[in-house]
T-cell receptor
């Protein structure tokens, strides 16, 4: 399977614990995006990388959130001191960076986080 | 990025065409119209995109009005598996983040 993969698929944690999610993009894609989706809402943008560089971060991304993409391949999203409000589906997507053409993003299945 | 407006929900009979409208009256000249859908408990899936001309692929057709202020996604023969939330998104030619609205929840009924 050459699609976007995310691990783990589900994570249950207690409030105050740290969690880390991993995303493996499609191999030739140089852009990688993180989104968060709560029940009944559309996905909300968190941050994105082009190769290793983090090009944009949303104001939603508080100091407790950090994302990395150290070698321009896989990415991790860490949440420190989790809160119940962090419970959501965390989605990863990847794409090629085009100049004038499309920006088709391919999404992974998501990691569902539940904070107790 | 320009905002889009879509109906909250729509129903369609199985085998009939589903026509999903989207308004994007503030779209800029270099911005594309993208459509994604999200089937329950899955990640969003790209469907189609266009700039000013009508587009068709194996999944759907996209009709963009001449003034580019609105568009319609057409699923020519809807099946039960097309039941999903459909998102219309406007995006500049440099790509970047997708801004999802509430989308249209399409229910295809037998």
């Amino acid at each position: 399977d050459t699609g976007v993969s995310q691990n783990p698929r589900h994570k249950i944690t207690k409030r105050g614990q740290n969690v880390t999610f991993r995303c493996d993009p499609i191999s030739e894609h140089n852009r990688l995006y993180w989104y968060r989706q709560t029940l009944g809402q559309g996905p909300e943008f968190l941050t994105y990388f082009q190769n290793e560089a983090q090009l944009e971060k949303s104001r939603l991304l508080s100091d407790r959130f950090s994302a990395e993409r150290p070698k321009g391949s896989f990415s991790t999203l860490e949440i420190q001191r989790t809160e119940q409000g962090d419970s959501a589906m965390y989605l990863c997507a990847s794409s090629l960076a085009f100049g004038l053409a499309g920006n088709e993003q391919f999404f992974g299945p998501g990691t569902r986080l539940t904070v107790l | 990025d320009a905002k889009t407006t879509q109906p909250t929900s729509m129903d369609c009979a199985e085998g009939r065409a589903a026509n999903l409208p989207c308004n994007h009256s503030t779209i800029s000249g270099n911005e594309y119209v993208y459509w994604y859908r999200q089937i329950h408990s899955q990640g969003p899936q790209y469907i189609i995109h266009g700039l000013k001309n009508n587009e068709t692929n194996e999944m759907a057709s996209l009709i963009i009005t001449e003034d580019r202020k609105s568009s319609t996604l057409i699923l020519p023969h809807a099946t039960l598996r097309d039941t999903a939330v459909y998102y219309c998104i406007v995006l500049g030619d440099q790509g970047g983040k997708l801004i999802f609205g509430q989308g249209t929840e399409l229910s295809v009924k037998p």
